[in-house]
């Protein structure tokens, strides 16, 4: 695969809103040509997106492959092996494949794709479409650990970007992923909490978001445990300590636990069917 990146094109199979994400972080991540990027998908309902960013935009799988060295399978995971099909006539060793199908294994890739073409189970979250998301990437066998540092980059724009066994996949879906909606679930909790007091709704709303997101920086930002953090909100006999007896008492920590470990558990069960 090229090094040089003003060089490198880029596929992406499917037009939805990840090829979206990752087209707009890696034209953000800088280099890349916009005019090198291609998406390809069966109707023309989500080009316009596309091509508002200069993107070329076409309905033939093949085109969007056969051009490019960087592959990105974007299409929900039953149609995985119907598009490989479709597109393996034009992948050859200098081809690098990322899928991002939840619970599509690299054996399973690999099987599909001819020998040598390097493959990479990558697991994105929503946020990646604000720029936010939190992604963790898998290499197969043949994929090169240059390979692995070209995603970094080309993907840092999109949130956060690590790179682990495969085994860790189907944990940073139940833990980013599905984790996602756990916090939305805490957040419509905190409003509802701040509505029963007297606050008006939208507003609590809004208030519960910019204070998950506050949180949210200054755990990344800071680097500090999450639990040295709490403790630094905490005054004696003060409002927190008070407010984390009572989700303490209502079993949030070891209920949050569960629902990462059941999350995962289902992407397991999931990814074997
Ligand atoms: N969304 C998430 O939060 C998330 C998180 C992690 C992983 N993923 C994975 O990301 C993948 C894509 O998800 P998404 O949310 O982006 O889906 P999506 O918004 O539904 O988009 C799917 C895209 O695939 C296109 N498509 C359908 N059949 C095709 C074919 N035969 N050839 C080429 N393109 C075809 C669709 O075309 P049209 O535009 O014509 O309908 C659409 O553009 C899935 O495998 C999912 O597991 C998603």
């Known amino acids: 695969m090229s090094n040089d990146l003003s060089q490198l094109k880029v596929g992406f199979i499917g037009a939805g809103n990840m090829s979206y994400g990752i087209v707009k972080g890696i034209l953000k991540s800088g280099g890349i040509n916009s005019a090198h990027v291609t998406v390809s998908a069966p109707s023309a309902n989500n080009f316009p997106r596309f091509q508002e960013m200069g993107v070329h935009v076409v309905h033939s799988n093949n085109e969007a492959v056969s051009g490019s060295q960087l592959v990105f399978l974007a299409v929900k995971p039953h149609l995985i092996r119907t598009v490989v099909t479709e597109v393996l006539p034009h992948l050859t ?3 690098t494949v990322v899928s991002v199908a939840a619970g599509v294994t690299l054996e399973t890739l690999e099987q599909l794709l001819p020998p040598g073409v390097g493959v990479v ?19 197969g066998s043949s994929a090169k650990e240059e390979t692995g540092a070209l995603l970094k980059h080309l993907l840092s724009a999109c949130g956060s970007v690590e790179e682990g066994p495969e085994s860790w996949i189907d944990i940073h879906t139940g833990l980013s992923g599905s984790g996602v909606a756990f916090v939305y679930l805490f957040a419509e909790a905190m409003a509802e909490g701040a509505v029963k007091m007297g606050m008006p709704s939208a507003l609590a709303q809004r208030i519960a978001a910019q204070t998950i997101l506050g949180a949210g920086r200054v755990l990344r930002d800071s680097g500090k445990p999450p639990a040295v953090l709490r403790g630094e909100v905490c005054t004696p006999g003060g409002t927190t300590i008070y407010g984390l007896h009572a989700l303490e008492k209502g079993g949030v920590r070891s209920a949050t636990m569960s629902a990462v470990e ?3 558990e289902r992407a397991r069960e999931l990814g074997r069917k």
């Open 93 to 95: 060793e200098r081809h």
């Open 121 to 139: 189970r990558l697991m994105p979250n929503l946020p990646c479409v604000f720029q936010e998301g939190a992604l963790l990437f898998a290499r």
């Open 262 to 264: 059941t999350a995962t």
